[in-house]
């Protein structure tokens, strides 16, 4: 019988000789999601000894993942904004680059409207309504995506985070006119598919395999969804209210400039932590503002 430490070093061993690029750390999530433990559990019980149990269930998971299936969806779990979150093949891994969407809103929010209300559209498993909420605990959010399968890992996060509360879930197409009674928003926030339908076919086999091809595809040009969303959307939006998009590399400043022909009063963009133009932000014109600063 190995010890934890034992079993942790002949994964790790393992990924590494099939060229998996984060085997440290791919290692003790498999480890520590087959023993029942948090990460920081298992670097606390390394020294102990495991059971034939969990070292099967390693080695099922090991070859789940040197086949190509995504940690995150193995295990069942990931991070995002320092915030556990359920994800399986309904949802978007979520990634790091989106974690500015949530920077962008904080930073925008902070100081001016801490108990915004805030709409976040193809919220997927719902982690940027949950990092919104978690940061911002005044503020209140409505998480909308067309899938039911989604927004079943996007209640689950919610009750994981203790967001019960603040956070609501809401089937809607955010491709057509938003349901009736919905009431404005302060921030309109989404990540929607922005992939171009042509390139989907060349993404690394461990997105196009797995992830879920309707929150990749964003039509021919990769810009259906900002179309839509700026065509039927951007009326919840309150006066001097912002709405923030993530988009992928190369689109910003034509997002920005749909931004601006739909009648926004001002738009900017956001880069990631590698410099890409990541975020676009539009404000809304306030006619009752003193001085409109814009940002």
């Not at 990634?95 to 209300?117: N, P």
């Not at 491709?175 to 009431?183: K, Q, V, Y």
Request: net charge negative; proline share 4%; charged share 25%.
């Amino acid at each position: 019988m190995k010890t934890y430490n034992e079993l942790y070093l002949s994964t790790r061993n393992t990924l590494r000789q099939c060229g998996v690029e984060s085997y440290n750390l791919e290692a003790r999530l498999l480890v520590a999601q087959a023993a029942g433990k948090t990460p920081a559990e298992l670097l606390r019980d390394m020294s102990l000894y495991t059971t034939d149990a969990v070292e099967t269930r390693v080695r099922e998971y090991t070859e789940r993942r040197l086949h190509g299936e995504p940690v995150a969806y193995v295990t069942g779990f990931w991070e995002f904004y320092g915030l556990p979150m359920v994800v399986s093949p309904e949802v978007l891994i979520p990634r790091m680059d989106t974690e500015m969407l949530v920077d962008t809103a904080k930073s925008l929010l902070t100081g001016r409207k801490m108990d915004a209300r805030v709409l976040d559209l193809c919220c997927g498993s719902g982690c940027i309504a949950c990092a919104i909420a978690h940061e911002m605990p005044a503020t209140r959010l409505v998480a909308v995506d067309i899938s039911a399968g989604a927004l079943e890992v996007c209640r689950r996060n919610v009750a994981l985070n203790r967001l019960l509360s603040r956070v609501i879930c809401m089937q809607a197409d955010a491709t057509a006119s938003p349901p009736l009674s919905m009431g404005s928003f302060d921030m309109i926030v989404s990540n929607p598919p922005y992939i171009e339908s042509a390139e989907i076919l060349t993404l690394d086999p461990s997105v196009r395999d797995y992830e879920p091809v309707w929150a990749l595809d964003g039509g021919e040009d990769g810009l259906r969804f900002y179309r839509s969303i700026l065509k039927y959307w951007r009326s919840l939006l309150k006066p001097g209210g912002w709405l923030l998009f993530e988009v992928g590399e190369g689109q910003a400043e034509t997002v920005k400039d749909m931004i601006l022909s739909a009648g926004f009063a001002s738009a900017d963009t956001r880069k990631d932590t590698l410099g890409v133009e990541r975020v676009v932000i539009g404000r809304m014109y306030d006619a009752d503002a003193d001085i409109y600063t814009g940002f």
